[in-house]
């Protein structure tokens, strides 16, 4: 069981740390439904998913679309396209690595099966979001829950990591960033990075891991460009 920052803990620990990922989770959701503004919101780490590998039933129990059922001001963008003041907006949350090993150590560790079934899911994947990039007819803001692999946002540069210097981004994202080249790509989860990037046309942002980050972007509807981008409290990139 990995929990929390990588760190593998004993069964008996397992329930202890996801009840305190789950209980700062729900605490910040509970935040999010108090605010007036529209918030837009896909699945991460912590959101209960339905994700089988787990031992807890807990996790293995999907309960996203219950918890946002109804509630007016947040809009699940997960594998959905959803058009704001002029901007397309599509979601690809859950992802945390490459969906297909792109390292020799990692294939190693993964039966021929398992390998098959990464391979089958991430054309599945990918054909649901290509499918919802070639819908949009406005500038898109593409917001997986991981940055794109193979970036200044992506590198491990934990050096008591066994994956110390490789790179741990969204294949997917990469792909269709290259092809597509939306307006922004905005993404998270890789926490040794907070700043800003570029494939192509795209900007790419890493927002950053904890609450004392914050990142601002100012858009122009009209124009469908970027005016500004900061990031606080210290400016990268």
């Known amino acids: 069981m990995i929990c929390n920052g990588g760190m593998k803990l004993e069964k008996r620990k397992q329930k202890k740390c996801l009840k305190n990922l789950l209980k700062t989770g729900e605490k ?14 896909f699945l991460g780490n912590w959101d209960q998913t339905g994700m089988k590998e787990y031992e807890w039933q807990r996790v293995k129990q999907n309960n996203w679309p219950r ?24 979601g690809y949350g859950v992802v945390s690595g490459p969906e297909v090993p792109q ?47 193979n970036t200044s946002l992506d590198k491990i540069t934990n050096k008591e990591s066994p994956r110390y210097g490789f790179h741990y981004g969204s294949v997917i994202a990469r792909e269709l960033v290259e092809k597509y080249q939306p307006l922004l ?52 990139g």
Not at 28 to 41: D, G, Y
């Open 103 to 149: 390292y020799k150590e990692d294939k190693e560790i993964l039966t021929e099966k398992e390998l098959r079934d990464r391979k089958r899911e991430y054309k599945t994947k990918k054909k649901k979001l290509t499918s919802l990039f070639q819908q949009a007819r406005n500038p898109v803001i593409f917001m997986p829950h991981n940055v794109p692999f």
């Open 28 to 41: 910040f959701w509970n935040f999010l439904i108090l605010l007036e503004n529209l918030s837009i919101l």
């Open 67 to 90: 918890l946002i059922k109804g509630l007016k001001n947040l809009r699940d963008v997960h594998f959905k396209r959803r058009t704001l003041e002029n901007f397309d907006i599509i």
């Open 185 to 236: 790509a905005i993404g998270g989860h890789m926490h040794e990075h907070f700043g800003k990037c570029r494939i192509g046309k795209t900007t790419v942002i890493n927002a950053g891991f904890g609450s004392e980050v914050n990142t601002l972007i100012d858009l122009d509807e009209e124009s469908g460009k970027i005016r500004s981008i900061k990031f606080y409290p210290k400016t990268y």
